[in-house]
């Protein structure tokens, strides 16, 4: 073999992608149930947006982006994520002017260059949404809503909402100094990374994964207890919504984010069935992103979720999943002079909205049964001599083994009736 698809890359088989389009298609219903319309922004963009959305003294900024020059000399980077690129598109659209707020989600692939583990992809896929233009925590609690119905929707069960406020510029300051001064006393047990961040972004020093620096974290100030009114008041706001909607949650002043953009409410929705990487989806608040992208001064909320963590916690749950890769009806002919006759079969129950498919390797009469079944069709639809001469097809319900003799001119209608019948059954 020449080559292999680079390592934290996937292909996706038809034998997993009904899944991934089971998922997509609750991810669009319910989008569209709550109001949201799809956006579609490009796979790359220039540097500089990650960098000064996304946070340049993140992870994600520092270590993990797929960023190249161009042949025009550009700094281009390939998404990590989906809110800086939504941001950018929503000022430059100037989609800022209409009547607010401005719902959106996406489907997106993005790319992060991390070191690959079950649920954690150097390409991955997620679905995002962000509400631009209301400060209203009733909205922080309607994408909290659709992330928990989208995912009970899909037939997961046991996940668990953990939300948290991390502050505004406001009373950030106070709890950085909080935050600094405890982290002070421990400063030559951190490393590197954590002493630079503690100087830019002591909040950062917080999502280190390397163990002695967690150990210094047992009893570090949390967030919740240095907020201002306001934020208070927008957290407590956020709770009773969440009790009015009957959404469970758990205060978890550990969530920080790894993103630099927030503001107030946090969330994360944690699986405990997919190992280690059990965050299935991720979002919160980013008042002051579109002012520091370059646009108004317009608050806005979302969330992502990550569709591999998702796929793999419908396969550790064994959620039922319907298949919609079978076809319909698989036509055998038996002898040559049968053939272009189920040939036009097949393309007229096509033409009719009835997915068909046939032999085309030459197989025998009990070689093509068999193969029908391989496929899982519903119909086989047999042709020979005999009924070749009386116009007629055998139709054999591959389920019951019953089997009828239908006229060609009425085998639209038959199958169409008994398809129907069965997906109403
Ligand atoms: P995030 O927490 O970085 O947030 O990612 C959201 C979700 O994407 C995670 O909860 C996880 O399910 C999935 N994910 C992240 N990295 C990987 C990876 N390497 N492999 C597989 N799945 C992954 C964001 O991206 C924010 N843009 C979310 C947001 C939208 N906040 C506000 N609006």
């Excluded at 963009?45 to 992870?59: A, K, M, N, W």
């Excluded at 700094?75 to 719902?103: C, M, W, Y």
């Excluded at 009924?387 to 319900?397: M, P």
Aim: aromatic share 8%; with cysteine.
């Amino acid at each position: 073999m020449l080559t292999t698809a680079p390592r934290g890359t996937k292909d996706i088989l038809p034998d997993e992608v009904y899944i991934w389009q089971y998922i997509e298609k609750v991810v669009r219903e319910v989008a569209s149930i709550y109001g949201y319309k799809e956006i579609r922004t490009p796979t790359f963009e220039h540097t500089e947006l990650f960098q000064r959305g996304v946070g340049d003294t993140t992870d994600i900024v520092q270590k993990e982006m797929y960023t190249f020059e161009d042949k025009g000399g550009r700094s281009i980077t390939l998404r990590p994520e989906g809110t800086a690129s939504v941001v950018r598109a929503f000022i430059q659209n100037k989609l800022t002017d209409n009547p607010q707020p401005t719902k959106l989600y996406y489907i997106i692939s993005a790319f992060r260059y991390e070191r690959p583990q079950a649920g954690r992809m150097r390409e991955f896929h997620q679905f995002g949404v962000e509400v631009f233009g209301a400060e209203d925590p009733s909205l922080d609690a309607e994408i909290i809503d659709m992330a928990v119905s989208i995912l009970s929707k899909i037939g997961l069960k046991g996940l668990k909402l953990k939300i948290n406020s991390i502050g505004c510029n406001r009373c950030r300051p106070d709890y950085n100094s909080a935050l600094k001064d405890y982290l002070e006393q421990r400063l030559d047990k951190l490393c590197d990374n954590c002493k630079k961040r503690y100087e830019k972004n002591p909040l950062r020093v917080l999502d280190c994964k390397n163990p002695s620096c967690r150990a210094q974290f047992a009893y570090v100030p949390v967030i919740l207890d240095y907020l201002c009114d306001d934020c208070k008041s927008h957290f407590s706001r956020l709770q009773s919504k969440l009790d009015v909607l009957g959404i469970e949650y758990q205060v978890d002043p550990s969530i920080v984010r790894g993103l630099d953009y927030y503001t107030k409410t946090a969330f994360e929705i944690v699986s405990e069935d997919i190992g280690a990487q059990g965050a299935v989806c991720g979002g919160g608040r980013y008042d002051g992103l579109v002012k520091e992208c370059g646009g108004p001064d317009m608050p806005g909320v979302g969330f992502a979720m990550g569709l591999e963590r998702i796929v793999l916690a419908v396969k550790a749950q064994n959620v039922p999943v319907p298949r919609n890769d079978c076809v319909d009806v698989f036509a055998v002919s038996i002898g040559d002079e049968t053939e272009d006759v189920v040939y036009s079969i097949v393309k007229k129950l096509r033409d009719n909205g009835i997915s068909c498919d046939k032999d085309y390797l030459g197989r025998s009469t009990r070689a093509q049964l068999k193969y029908a079944d391989k496929v899982h069709a519903k119909y086989a639809l047999i042709v020979g001599g005999d009924e070749l001469n009386r116009n007629t097809a055998l139709l054999r319900d591959m389920a019951t083994g019953e089997q009828q003799e239908v006229p060609f001119s009425e085998l639209v209608e038959v199958l169409s009736n008994a398809l129907k019948k069965e997906e109403r059954g």
